[in-house]
């Protein structure tokens, strides 16, 4: 594939914050086409009331809804992302909607101060955090054994789909700022995972995977 000159082959803080500060206006009209792999991702975590949910790189909170609707009152929402102005947005989001139960913090995924252990953790559109082992590690081990574990984005569809891939260069040179493993985002989680399962949609140039956390969910919690 097409080698991109802005993004690197390591995943950058300083440089997502700095795109998604510029974003953060316009973004839920950015990601409008997307609403159905979010409803197909959230519908995949499985979970229900009163779960814990950790949102990771929650941006503006457009996710909040759809869990809130699935983990009710009695549930709790974690909200996890870098950038202080897609944040600002999350947090008016939750005010404006009276939603309680959400915890937000601005932090990278590998920082947050996530307490105790999650029964799902959602990742939609996150590529380096994907691409980032530590980061992954650090989620993983505040998830319950058995935890669902769903997460979608970009990635290169077949070489023979030219119109999908250029949109997935456009849209990557736009958003991520490391652009390797955009074959398989999900590599790195397979190997954190078990029960994975794979599916493709936009002509192959986006991913939903979902999956488990190893370890048998205490008695009366599995799903």
Same mark, same amino acid.
């Given at each position: 594939m097409p080698k991109? !000159?802005g993004p *690197?082959?390591?995943?950058?803080?300083a440089?997502?914050n700095?795109k998604?500060?510029?974003r953060?206006a316009?973004?839920?009209?950015?990601?409008l086409p997307? #609403?159905?792999v979010r409803?197909? $991702?959230?519908a @995949?975590?499985?979970?229900r009331?009163g779960?814990?949910? +950790?949102?990771v790189?929650?941006?503006? %909170?457009l996710s909040?809804g759809?869990?809130?609707?699935r983990?009710?009152?009695?549930g709790r929402i974690?909200g996890?992302?870098p950038?202080p102005e897609?944040m600002?947005l999350?947090?008016q989001?939750?005010?404006?909607?009276?939603?309680s %139960?959400?915890?937000l913090?601005?932090?990278?995924?590998g920082?947050?101060?996530?307490? *105790?252990r999650a029964?799902?953790?959602l990742?939609?559109f996150? =590529?380096? +955090?994907l691409?980032?082992?530590d980061?992954?590690? =650090?989620?993983?081990?505040?998830?319950?054994?058995g935890?669902h574990v769903v $997460?979608?984005g970009?990635?290169?569809?077949?070489?023979?789909?030219?119109?999908?891939? @250029?949109?997935?260069?456009?849209? $990557?040179m736009y !958003?991520?700022?490391c652009?390797?493993g955009? #074959?398989q985002?999900w590599?790195?989680l397979a190997?954190?995972?078990?029960?994975?399962k794979?599916q493709?949609? &936009?002509?192959?140039?986006?991913?939903?995977v979902s %999956?488990?956390?190893p370890g048998?969910a205490?008695? &009366? #919690? !599995?799903h």
């Amino acid at each position: 594939m097409p080698k991109a !000159s802005g993004p *690197g082959r390591r995943p950058d803080p300083a440089l997502s914050n700095a795109k998604y500060r510029q974003r953060a206006a316009r973004y839920d009209l950015e990601l409008l086409p997307f #609403e159905p792999v979010r409803t197909e $991702a959230i519908a @995949l975590l499985d979970v229900r009331t009163g779960d814990t949910v +950790v949102d990771v790189g929650c941006g503006t %909170g457009l996710s909040f809804g759809p869990l809130v609707g699935r983990v009710g009152a009695a549930g709790r929402i974690v909200g996890v992302d870098p950038s202080p102005e897609m944040m600002a947005l999350a947090r008016q989001r939750v005010a404006q909607r009276g939603w309680s %139960g959400i915890a937000l913090l601005e932090a990278t995924a590998g920082e947050a101060p996530l307490q *105790g252990r999650a029964d799902a953790a959602l990742f939609l559109f996150t =590529h380096d +955090v994907l691409r980032d082992p530590d980061a992954l590690d =650090h989620v993983i081990a505040h998830l319950k054994p058995g935890a669902h574990v769903v $997460a979608a984005g970009l990635q290169w569809a077949p070489p023979w789909m030219l119109p999908a891939n @250029l949109f997935v260069l456009g849209a $990557a040179m736009y !958003s991520v700022t490391c652009m390797e493993g955009l #074959e398989q985002p999900w590599t790195m989680l397979a190997k954190r995972l078990r029960d994975l399962k794979v599916q493709t949609r &936009g002509f192959g140039g986006i991913y939903i995977v979902s %999956g488990r956390v190893p370890g048998a969910a205490p008695a &009366g #919690e !599995s799903h």
